[in-house]
Each structure stands twice: as C-alpha cells, then as structure tokens.
C-alpha cells in the first residue's frame, strides 16, 4: 500500500520540474566512485555555446540518454561526460556585433580587452543551451561539464600542437586557402557549404606577344573573370593538336600587359571550354597544384575584404564583384570579349555568414594528415571501430582516403590561441606548451607569439581523452577510455569523427576514442523536406515540450529513429505519443483505484495463485524486457520504442485490464483479487522500469507512487526477462484471436455494440476445444458472448457468419449465428452503397496516379501520399466485398 497519489490528469511541467532538481540534486547521474561494476561511458558532442536547442540536438541527446539510463539499470557504472564547444568564429560574431551596436571594432578595443568581453558574455549568456538539455532530461554527469576553452583543455591543445610540431606533422606555409572576406578567417574544406549557382562562362582572348603558327592569341574561358589580373600563365593539354605548338610561347595579359608563358599540362580538359585555360596560382585551387609543378609565380591580387589590391591596375580598390563587371566592360571595349555561356557552377559560401568565400593565397598552420589518417582508416577496417548503420563506413573510407592536410589556423581572437613564437632576429618558430621568454634557437628574446588562433574543431578531435584529464594520468582516463559509444550526425563525420579518430590513436597509444558510432537520422518535416526557417517549416522542440510534454517529444524521436532512413515528424505525430503518456497516466491510476486499501499489494505473487491472464501478461512482460535489451543494445531505438508501445498499449490495456477486471472487483474472491493486484503492480512497475530510458519524468512520478518500491529508476534493475510461462501464454493467444474474430464478425456485420450473440467454435484438435472450454468465460467476457459452444467439425450453423482464428498453427472456425441481431436486407444496402462509393473514389486515385503529368511532375511526398490513399482504398473495398458476400450467404 503508498499513501502516494496521481492527480486526474497528467501535468507534464509540473512533473518535469521535481524530477530534474531531484536527479540534479541527489547525484544519481555521476558513476559510482569505487570502480566495481564494468563502465559505459560517452561524451556528448558539445554544441556550440552560441547555441539553442534544436531538434538535432533533441534527437541526438535523447537516444544519448536512452544508453545511459538504460546501461545504469543494467549494472554499468556511466559517465555521460557534458560540454560546451567554444565555437571561434560564432561566439566573435555574437561579441562583435554587440561593439558595432556601441559604434566600435573589436580594432578598437584590442585584443586583450576583447578576449575579456568575450568571456564575459559566456558568463552570462552561454549556458542557455545547458540548461535547454537538462530539461530534456539529459542524464549527464553535469559536475563534470568542460568547456573547451577551460585550463585542463588547453593544457592539452598544446601539448598536442608541440608534438605534432615538433614531429613535422604541423607546419606553415603559403597555400591556397579557403578565405571569408567577412570573418577575415581561412576556413577548411568542411567549412565551406557549395550550391549549384547559374553562372556564366566568359571566353575572353589573350593576345601573343608573337604570331606563331599562323595564331596571333588564344581563347581561354573563365567564371571569374576578375581574377586574370592574377594570371602566371595559360595552360593547354600537350596532345591537345589546336595548341601544341604553342606551348613555350609568350603572351600579354590584358589591362596589365604582363608577360605570361603558355605550358602543356596534362590536367587540362581538352573537351572542356576553348581547351585553354588560365592559370592563377593566388586564386584557384587547381591552378596552385599546377603552378608548383611548374614553377610559377602566384600572384595576390585581392586584399582580405576581396577588393582588387595593387595589383589589380586601374580596377584596385574595386570590390571582387565590381571589378568582375569592369573587367567584362574593359574587354568588350578592347574586342577581347568572344562570347559569353551560360553555365552550371558550384559555389562556395562560408558556413558561418554565407558569404561567397575566396580562394586566396595565404600563409597559413597546416596539419599533414596523411600519417594520421592511415592507422585510423585501418581501426575501422579491422574492426576496432564499428560505424551503425554500416553503410556509413564507405563515406568515412572514401574521404579518408583522399584527405588533403587540414588548415588550422584562423584569423580570429577567440580560441586557443597558437602556441607558436616568432624570433624577429632570426626567424625561428618556437613551439612550446608553456610561454617562452626567449627563442629556442638564437637565445633572443625578442619573440612574439602568432596572431592566429587554432580552428575549434582543432580541441574537439582532442575531446574523448582531453575530457578525461589528458595529458595528465587520471583514474578517469583509466576507467572510462575508450568511450563506449558516440552518436552523432552523419554531417560532422569529417568535421568531427575522424579527427577524433586519428588524434586518440596517436596520442592514447593506439587506443581508438569510442568503440562504436552511431549515426542517428536527419530530421525532416512530414513532407521529407529539409526544414529551414525560410520555409517556415521549423519545429522548436522547446515550443513542443510547452505543448505535448519533454516525455511525448522524446518518445516520438524514438520510436521514428529508424536506422539509416530520415525521420518525417509532423507535431501531428508529438500529439500521438502526448496521447501515450496520458494512456499510462490513466493506467497507472487504475492501477491505484484497485489496490486502494490493499496491504499486501506491492507482496511478490504466489505463482500457484496466477491464471492464465496473469501468466500470458507475465509472459508477454518478460518477452518484452528481452526485446527491448536487444534493440538496444543494437542502436534499434525505432524498434525499442515500438516494441513497449505494443506492450503498453495492446497489451496490458487491451487486454490485460479487460481480463483482470472481474478479478480486481471481487468478483471471483479475494484471493482473485489479491492476485491480480500483484500482478497488475508488478506489471507496471516493470513497464515503467522499461519505458524510464525513453520516458523519464512520467515513469518517475509512477514508479514513486507505486507500494514496494525503494529507491528511484535511475538506480532501479532493468527487468531480466526470466520469468514466463510459454504453455499458458500460447493458449491465451488463442483465445484471444478468437475473440478478435467474433469481434470483427460483430463490426463487418454491423452487430449492435451492447448486443449479446451466440458463439459457436470448431476445432479438429482435441487440445484445442480443451483450451477454448477452460476459457469459456474469457471469451463470454470479452466477445460479448451469451454462449460458447466447442464443437469438433460439423455442418456449420444456419444464418452465421464466419470468422478464423489461427495461433501457431492451430485452426479454430468461429461462427456467429445472426438471426435477430442485423436485418439481412438493410445490411445488404448499406453495404452496397459504401462499396460504391469507395471504389468510385479508388478509381478517381488510380487514373490520377496513371497520368504521366502527375507521375512525372507532382511533388515526390504527392505522388506517396496518393498511392498510400490508393492502397487504403483498396484494402477497403476488399473488405466490403467480403461483407457483402458473407451477407448473401446468409440468404
């Protein structure tokens, strides 16, 4: 018996508000400090501190916390290890734009000053995002949260950065870049978003400085014809016939009259464009490979806003775009200008602020990759890493494989600033993890460190070992790495995961960071498009927690979790599962109206007490624990979660709550009565055991109200599975689809609900009409039966409808004699006019899908959602045609 209670109906916040102070409070979700028990550990993916929830974050920390909680009810110690990105370029952005609200640069403040207002504004605002994931119920251990900007985390980017320095896996240099001319910040090839553009493709002529041949210029084609006032040469392909006995020659760059050579490159396209292309090392990609091979000069002609520089000529100071245009007049009016087509382009823009980047030449940090990323390839194809689903392998292998090295450096101020020192009297670099005083190659001490700083995802490849204490030697790091388990988005696969790969075999002995990756799915909307705050189809998870409760939401990215297939969420769906947790409220408080008074409730059940209803749900219960570790621990969180709904909601409400009903009345003794309590608490609190991963705050406040109970769920057993009656259970599915049979006679043939009919079934196995007469009261019961007759095969009785229940094999014909419960002739119209007017509307979808015009142009989400009409459409009238035929058989 409890004296605690349920309010009418479910108040989720309410709920919610208790059940995280308590976990906060009570330290439940920190790992037990005596290293007893086996450890499952994990780190969360730190988002950025400018950041708000949403629904990526929602799913990702969801299906997190289902691992830690279920893995705490399963024995394990966890640590689920929290943090906060720092987020370089995002958190400048948020700061700078407070100065230009007061009319200042960063410039004006300096550095310093700056850096200090920085961390100011984390202090006061930069935790919105933590306190977002407590409230989804997050089970971190947050006594630990890190920061990546925090002392024992820099204290590990340098050791890092010296090592690699040191070894010749760091250094510097001019390379091409990919530049923001708005964050004045290189970004690596991850940072830079394309899209397909319209553009156009400029066939501009460069005259020879002497005819040869018969050729007095050549042709090339460009998309950016601004950037040949940075030309070194023109490129042609050395089989290429038209051009071959060019090559050596000389030509003058218009606007500059710059003399340029023509080369032979074997890069060169000879189908594409003209078959001549342009050659500007300071501005391309491609072009920088091809000036190394042939000792090219490179030339910069852009400053760090992308305005033409000086050696831009008459177009310096001309922003990119401007110049573009003047450059296109400048030819027309010289005739230079042949033709211009129009043309597909990829264009980059810069994650942050979207502005077009510029490929630009540049003096920056690079890490060499190649070293690191052969050992980290190797642990995924040994096996030492598991990627779920698997098909994620392939992308992880296919970039690994064709790694170019990873730019590091970024000219911004915040974050961990390069520990690298220049000498002015010498030139040498001093790479140290603590601040030198002098250079360690000349001994001068005029030293200054760079300016740059290192790119965020720099500390976060550090992030499973650096969290743990690394470099120091801690029992954290002993107990907890590897991490057991990472999930994350397939989007920062490159960005994040591989990088944490290779840094935690080099630094941790070979040691991989995780053991496996899970890659959860994209959110979109209920149509499968992407949602975007243009399109005004964004879900605000914190809005649908207001709304439907923290418990419906996460149970609804749960269950559409599905591995390797994108998640359609509709708040639609949120409403589903919002009706769920009222189902188990409502449960739970008809649990407490028949225990109410009851002592002994909360006792363990005597088994010789329990009948066949309490052995089939007992059964079903422990079938249903199983299920549910499997999935589990299978990363299945669709199936998990779809496995206790049926449980929940089929199966103890339909069923086990009707069966029981007599019983908890007292209608069949108090013996009855005592049993099915038992075994209606033990039920449900094992229900709430196995739902508290998916559904934490609801199945707290249950679980705390139920008789017996010591202790909360967080520290709570996950339910064995152990005890189940397989002999009883199978019978009890085969009474219970024989009242599923009367029940669908009952509706196909429009049976009054209150009505009472006769039943007659038919068996050929003796052990079967055994099953069914034991049960005969089940049946009455829940068929709505004044009478059972069990026959063995017999002419089967006048004016009945049939139905069939099969259960393993077993073959019961169940009959339903109708006489005075439906009027023959009635029922034969109804029928008939629903059946036309159903296969009239099925026709109408049917021609509309055989149109090429919709197949062809209607939207993809269109197209599904009509054939899915048609097919239920179909399976209707199937239907009704059986209806109608049962009832002229009746005749």
């Known amino acids: 018996m409890t004296d605690k209670t349920l309010s009418k109906t479910y108040e989720p916040k309410a709920v919610e508000e208790k059940w995280a102070a308590e976990w906060l409070n009570s330290g439940c979700n920190a790992p037990d400090a005596p290293p007893g028990k086996p450890s499952f550990s994990m780190v969360i993916p730190p988002p950025n501190i400018t950041g708000a929830l949403h629904l990526g974050h929602a799913l990702n920390s969801t299906l997190q916390d289902v691992l830690a909680r279920y893995k705490r009810m399963k024995g394990f110690n966890v640590l689920w290890l929290p943090g906060i990105d720092h987020a370089g370029i995002a958190t400048q952005n948020v700061v700078e734009r407070q100065l ?71 250094y510097r ?21 394309f899209t397909e553009k319209d553009g156009s493709l400029w066939h501009m002529e460069y005259p020879l400085k002497e005819p040869a041949g018969g050729v007095s210029s050549l042709t090339v084609a460009t998309t950016r014809p601004e950037t040949m006032l940075g030309d070194t040469a023109v490129a042609v392909n050395p089989e290429d016939e038209r051009y071959k006995h060019l090559i050596g020659k000389t030509i003058i760059l218009p606007f500059v009259n710059r003399e340029i050579p023509v080369i032979g490159d074997e890069s060169v396209s000879i189908e594409f464009g003209t078959g001549a292309v342009k050659i500007t090392p300071g501005h391309d990609f491609n072009d920088f490979e091809v000036a190394k091979r042939h000792n090219l000069p490179a030339l910069k002609v852009m400053d760090v806003d992308a305005r033409m520089n000086e050696h831009g000529g008459r177009f310096a100071g001309m922003d990119r775009f401007k110049a573009r245009k003047a450059v296109v007049e400048g030819l027309t009016e010289l005739g230079l200008l042949k033709k211009i087509d129009q043309h597909k382009l990829m264009l980059g823009s810069c994650y942050r602020c979207s502005t077009v980047v510029e490929p630009t030449l540049s003096k920056q940090w690079f890490v060499r990759v190649a070293p690191l990323a052969a050992p980290a390839i190797k642990a995924v194809e040994d096996g030492e890493i598991r990627f779920v689903p698997k098909g994620w392998e392939n992308t992880y292998f296919d970039w690994m494989r064709n790694i170019r090295d990873w730019c590091i450096s970024r000219q911004i101020w915040w974050g961990h600033r390069i520990p690298a020192w220049h000498c002015k009297a010498c030139g040498h670099v001093t790479a140290a993890t603590v601040d030198p005083n002098r250079c360690a190659g000349c001994g001068g001490k005029d030293i200054e460190q760079d300016n740059d700083v290192l790119d965020t995802w720099f500390s976060s490849a550090l992030w499973p070992f650096s969290t743990l204490g690394w470099p120091d030697d801690t029992e954290d790091l002993k107990r907890f790495y590897p991490t057991s388990a990472l ?35 994209l959110i979109r909307d209920a149509c499968g498009q992407k949602m975007s705050k243009s399109k005004g189809n964004v879900i605000d998870p914190l809005v649908m927690m207001d709304t439907y409760g923290t418990d419906a939401l996460r149970f609804t990215l749960a269950i559409l979790a ?21 189902k188990l409220w ?16 909360g006792a363990p059940v005597d088994a010789a007490s329990l009948n066949m209803a309490d052995k089939w749900i007992l059964t079903r219960r ?70 508290h991963p998916f559904m934490p705050f609801i199945t707290e406040e249950i679980y705390s109200t139920l008789p017996g109970v010591a202790g909360g769920l967080m520290t709570a057993e996950f339910p064995a599975g152990k005890e189940r009656f397989d002999k009883e259970a199978v019978d009890m599915e085969l009474v219970m689809d024989v009242v599923r049979a009367v029940r669908n006679v009952r509706t196909d043939m429009n049976v009054m609900l209150d009505a009472k009919v006769e039943c007659v079934c038919v068996s050929e196995d003796p052990g079967v009409r055994e099953c069914l007469s034991t049960n005969e009261g089940y ?69 509309r899908l055989a149109k090429p015009d919709f197949a062809d142009k209607a939207p993809r989400e269109v197209v599904e959602k009509e054939e899915a009409r048609a097919a239920a459409l179909a399976e209707k009238k199937e239907k009704l045609d059986a209806a109608l035929g049962r009832i002229r058989g009746l005749r």
Not at 643 to 663: A, I, N, P, T
């Open 100 to 170: 230009g609200a007061e009319g200042r640069t960063r410039h004006d403040i300096g550095r310093d000053e700056f850096i200090r207002r920085v961390w100011k504004w984390k202090e006061e605002s930069g935790g919105t995002i933590i306190k977002q994931l407590k409230r989804l119920g997050a089970s971190c251990d947050w006594s630990r949260l890190r920061f990546t900007m925090d002392e024992g985390l820099s204290k590990a980017v340098r050791k890092v950065f010296v090592e690699l320095y040191n070894e010749g896996l760091i």
């Open 173 to 193: 240099g001019d390379f091409i870049i990919n530049w923001c001319p708005r964050c004045h910040t290189a970004l690596s090839d991850l940072e830079v978003n």
């Open 487 to 521: 999930s994350t988005s397939f989007d920062i696969i490159f960005f994040w995961v591989a990088r944490m790969i290779m840094m935690g075999l080099k630094f941790m002995d070979g040691k991989p960071p995780f053991k496996d990756v899970y890659i959860h799915a």
């Open 562 to 582: 599905a591995q390797g297939r994108d998640i359609k969420l509709g708040e639609e769906r949120i409403a589903v599962y919002r009706n769920f947790a009222n």
């Open 586 to 601: 409502n449960l739970a408080r008809f649990c407490h109206m028949n225990i109410e008074g009851m002592e002994t409730a």
């Open 622 to 691: 422990s079938v249903c624990a199983v299920e549910v570790s499997e999935a589990v621990e299978g990363y299945r969180f669709d199936e998990a979660a779809r496995g206790l709904y049926r449980f929940v909601w089929h199966e103890v409400c339909d069923w086990y709550v009707e069966l029981s009903k007599q019983d908890l009345k007292g209608e069949n003794g108090p013996g009855r009565k005592q049993c099915a309590a038992g075994v209606l608490v033990a039920v449900l609190k094992d229900t709430m055991k196995m739902l």
């Open 779 to 847: 049946i009455k019961q829940l068929a709505k039966a004044a009478s059972l007759t069990v026959s063995e095969p017999a002419s089967p009785p006048k004016g009945a409808a049939s139905g069939r229940a099969t259960d393993g094999g077993r073959v019961v014909e169940v009959y339903v004699p109708l006489a005075g419960q439906i009027d023959l002739d009635v029922e034969e119209k109804r029928i008939t006019k629903e059946l036309e007017k159903v296969a009239k509307e099925l026709e109408g979808v049917r021609a």
